[in-house]
């Protein structure tokens, strides 16, 4: 009962603040204190608020990966997440399709798979990307490097697949069975 009381005064405070980096801080700190019985109050905000503020998205996806889900919440939790493809920032496609491999049942690979290649416009991206990274001026000692290019995504997103075989065998095989489809 107190891990519950405490989710909710958590929640409260998110509801009461308009800044991002306390939501975030207080995003982070819910599953020190949270557990099994605290749960169901906690799962609905978070992805609410992952849904709605893609500043806090990683903070929730992080805090949802850290908490004990039960099957009905992996699948919304996972539904949610899926849907997130098509209006992911470029910089949180890699905490994305990571969370998506660690919460997916494996008979829903394959499927997760489909969803990726289907909903994860790596073109759309890039633009996106490139229209908003800031270019460095000729004083700054950042390089071209600190902007983002198509390879730079397709390597991260390589990078996220080699992650999720790393962590689950079966990945492995629904990569190749969706790999080979096309």
Do not use: Y
Request: proline content about 3%.
């Amino acid at each position: 009962e107190n891990s519950t009381t405490l989710s909710e005064a958590f929640l409260n405070a998110l509801s009461m603040t308009n800044s991002v980096s306390l939501k975030r801080d207080i995003i982070i700190w819910i599953p020190e204190t949270a557990d099994d019985r605290s749960v169901d109050v906690l799962v609905a905000p978070l992805v609410q608020m992952m849904e709605n503020d893609p500043e806090l998205m990683a903070a929730c996806l992080d805090t949802l990966s850290n908490l004990k889900l039960r099957d009905e919440h992996i699948s919304d939790v996972q539904r949610a997440a899926t849907d997130l493809l098509n209006s992911v920032d470029p910089e949180n496609i890699h905490v994305l399709i990571k969370f998506l491999f660690h919460v997916v049942k494996t008979e829903n690979l394959t499927r997760l798979f489909k969803d990726i290649r289907s909903k994860l416009k790596l073109e759309t991206l890039n633009i996106s990307a490139v229209k908003t990274s800031k270019v460095p001026s000729s004083s700054s000692k950042s390089s071209s490097k600190d902007r983002p290019s198509a390879i730079d995504f397709a390597t991260l997103l390589i990078e996220c697949l080699k992650s999720g075989i790393r962590a689950r065998h079966e990945v492995v095989t629904a990569f190749l069975q969706e790999f080979t489809s096309f």
